[in-house]
């Protein structure tokens, strides 16, 4: 397929200086925030580029958007380079910053868009159009006339996906769009990017800490950690790579001794009445629900996906 984004040796390092035996003398030294990372993204696929607080995530994000520019490598966004053409990229992308927002923090919504619109010099046919679709499937209809700083950050995250989209980007960045969100604003935002990527062809690369938005938007997922790439492949291979468990939450009626003979799960903590079951993230939790359901008597039982960063430390204690 149709290469949209091309990096190749991407490299970022940062000076850092630090205090060093006394008052005014200072050491420098160098981070390297991205330490020559390498892929390629099909147009029109949708891709989670994952890995704890510090690993590089939005330090590459802001070098693909021409925020940043690269200390080495190579890359390519929509044929264009984003350090020699930040403007002209700027029309071919949208941004979305989770902890960060676009929008005028004292206008109202509309206001906001009308302003992103004179930027972007979209005709007034296609912005009425798009704010129209995205009103509607974000549910922002009676947030329009609402100043920014009056919005929930659930409010304001929807106003900020639709403030990037209004001028039909090729390429959507995400970077932690659902952080903070409640469940109706996560399975809004998740329901929207579906349908976007799959109407419009929108290729776009999520940055989160949330496996349940990469297990529903992505069909690839890359783990970045140090600045290094370190596994790309799909879900259920990552899973593997990092033996990765999910667990199951069961509150029975009384307290009981640990639950036992269910295939491919163990109980791993008990509680009182509640038991913790782990199980492998790549199978089925069903079989092992139904199990637990049919021998024990139950008031209640939840599953709790695994958390990114023991992933990523199980694939580094299987490395060494």
Same mark, same amino acid.
């Given at each position: 397929?149709?290469?949209?984004?091309?990096?190749?040796?991407?490299?970022?390092?940062?000076?850092?200086?630090?205090?060093?035996?006394?008052?005014?003398?200072?050491?420098?030294?160098?981070?390297?925030?991205?330490?020559?990372?390498?892929?390629?993204?099909?147009?029109?696929?949708?891709?989670?580029?994952?890995?704890?607080?510090?690993?590089?995530?939005?330090?590459?994000?802001?070098?693909?958007?021409?925020?940043?520019?690269?200390?080495?490598?190579?890359?390519?966004?929509?044929?264009?380079?984003?350090?020699?053409?930040?403007?002209?990229?700027?029309?071919?992308?949208?941004?979305?910053?989770?902890?960060?927002?676009?929008?005028?923090?004292?206008?109202?919504?509309?206001?906001?868009?009308?302003?992103?619109?004179?930027?972007?010099?979209?005709?007034?046919?296609?912005?009425?159009?798009?704010?129209?679709?995205?009103?509607?499937?974000?549910?922002?209809?009676?947030?329009?006339?609402?100043?920014?700083?009056?919005?929930?950050?659930?409010?304001?995250?929807?106003?900020?996906?639709?403030?990037?989209?209004?001028?039909?980007?090729?390429?959507?960045?995400?970077?932690?769009?659902?952080?903070?969100?409640?469940?109706?604003?996560?399975?809004?935002?998740?329901?929207?990017?579906?349908?976007?990527?799959?109407?419009?062809?929108?290729?776009?690369?999520?940055?989160?800490?949330?496996?349940?938005?990469? /297990?529903?938007?992505?069909?690839?997922?890359?783990?970045?950690?140090?600045?290094?790439?370190?596994?790309?492949?799909?879900?259920?291979?990552?899973?593997?790579?990092? /033996?990765? %468990?999910?667990?199951?939450?069961?509150?029975?009626?009384?307290?009981?001794?640990?639950?036992?003979?269910?295939?491919?799960?163990?109980?791993?903590?008990? %509680?009182?009445?509640?038991?913790?079951?782990?199980?492998?993230?790549?199978?089925?939790?069903?079989?092992?629900?139904?199990?637990?359901?049919?021998?024990?008597?139950?008031?209640?039982?939840?599953?709790?996906?695994?958390?990114?960063?023991?992933?990523?430390?199980?694939?580094?204690?299987?490395?060494?």
């Amino acid at each position: 397929m149709e290469a949209c984004i091309e990096v190749e040796g991407l490299e970022k390092a940062f000076r850092v200086r630090r205090r060093a035996g006394g008052r005014l003398r200072r050491e420098v030294s160098e981070v390297r925030a991205v330490d020559g990372i390498s892929f390629t993204v099909a147009r029109g696929s949708v891709v989670g580029y994952i890995g704890p607080n510090g690993a590089g995530k939005s330090t590459t994000v802001k070098m693909l958007t021409g925020i940043l520019t690269p200390s080495g490598g190579r890359l390519r966004v929509a044929g264009i380079d984003p350090t020699r053409e930040r403007t002209r990229l700027a029309q071919r992308i949208g941004v979305v910053f989770g902890q960060r927002t676009t929008l005028w923090w004292d206008l109202p919504l509309r206001d906001s868009y009308t302003l992103a619109r004179r930027m972007y010099r979209v005709p007034a046919d296609r912005f009425r159009v798009n704010l129209e679709r995205c009103v509607e499937r974000l549910a922002l209809g009676d947030l329009l006339d609402v100043p920014v700083r009056q919005l929930s950050l659930g409010q304001r995250m929807r106003g900020d996906i639709a403030a990037a989209l209004l001028h039909d980007p090729e390429v959507l960045y995400l970077d932690e769009p659902t952080i903070g969100l409640d469940v109706v604003s996560k399975g809004q935002v998740r329901r929207f990017l579906r349908d976007l990527n799959a109407e419009q062809g929108t290729t776009v690369l999520l940055t989160t800490h949330d496996l349940t938005d990469i /297990e529903q938007l992505c069909e690839r997922v890359m783990v970045i950690d140090h600045g290094r790439l370190m596994y790309d492949g799909g879900l259920e291979g990552l899973h593997e790579v990092g /033996e990765s %468990e999910r667990t199951l939450v069961v509150d029975l009626e009384k307290e009981l001794p640990p639950i036992s003979g269910v295939p491919g799960a163990r109980t791993v903590r008990t %509680e009182g009445a509640r038991q913790w079951l782990a199980f492998p993230a790549s199978a089925s939790a069903a079989p092992v629900v139904a199990a637990v359901a049919a021998r024990y008597p139950l008031v209640d039982l939840s599953v709790r996906e695994p958390d990114i960063e023991a992933v990523i430390a199980r694939m580094y204690a299987g490395r060494a």
